[in-house]
């Protein structure tokens, strides 16, 4: 069966500091791996997908994660953090069904 | 516009009382999904349908019940079975293999 792990229920960073969340993935061929975005009483929304291609992806609100097939990882990083990135991220692997991560809260210090 | 319409917002019930979640979508997808979640715990799959008129249990469909007469809705019941049924669902729909899920704004439900 599919699985994802998220390394780190909760990170904390300080506003302007690179943020990096943490994803593995089982091995699937081929993998489908999604981050998505959730504030506090609201639905997911999708941050970025990695399909085919390029294995650096860019997604909303300057996130990016970079697809490593020989680390089974895809991490998300932010070059600078915001106030507003405060949220619960999930990482998912899809095929038919989805298979979530735990997920990690992230806090943005002041 | 297209999307995910989760009804109501929150939802209060006695205990022993069965309910009804609503899912809508107009995003004509096939594959719709209810999941539950708790704090610390992620989401966990209840009940998915691939197509209509067909659905398989998830990992937690102890005490819940669906059902898919249309492709555009996946009505999830808690029933009076579930033990501690007090939690956050969300209902999302995705059009095919691979692809990305789509989510409604989900339904706090708050049993006493």
């Known amino acids: 069966a599919q699985s994802v792990t998220q390394l780190g229920s909760h990170v904390s960073v300080s506003e302007g500091a690179l943020v990096l969340l943490r994803c593995n993935y089982s091995?699937?061929?081929?993998?489908?791996l999604f981050w998505y975005v959730q504030y506090p009483n609201q639905g997911l929304q999708l941050l970025l997908k990695?399909?085919?291609?390029?294995?650096l992806v860019k997604g909303i609100n300057g996130f990016e994660a970079e697809f490593k097939k020989s680390e089974t990882s895809f991490h998300l990083t932010k070059p600078s953090a915001h106030m507003s990135d405060a949220a619960e991220y999930f990482c998912?692997?899809?095929?038919?069904?989805?298979?979530f991560g735990t997920g990690t809260s992230l806090t943005v210090i002041p | 516009d297209g999307g995910i319409t989760q009804s109501p917002k929150y939802l209060f019930r006695k205990e022993g009382q069965n309910v009804t979640l609503s899912c809508e979508q107009n995003?004509?997808?096939?594959?719709m999904y209810w999941y539950r979640q708790d704090p610390g715990q992620g989401l966990r799959l209840i009940y998915y349908?691939?197509?209509?008129?067909?659905?398989q249990k998830g990992d937690i469909a102890e005490g819940y019940s669906v059902s898919r007469e249309k492709k555009e809705s996946f009505p999830l019941t808690v029933t009076s079975a579930q033990k501690n049924p007090t939690a956050f669902y969300l209902c999302?729909?995705?059009?095919?293999?691979?692809?990305?899920?789509?989510f409604g704004q989900g339904t706090r439900l708050t049993v006493v």
């Open positions: 999302a729909s995705k059009p095919g293999w691979g692809t990305e899920a789509f």
């Open positions: 091995s699937s061929v081929p993998p489908y």
């Open positions: 990695y399909t085919t291609g390029a294995t």
């Open positions: 998912a692997q899809t095929g038919n069904q989805f298979y």
């Open positions: 995003l004509n997808h096939d594959a």
């Open positions: 349908s691939q197509i209509v008129n067909d659905f």
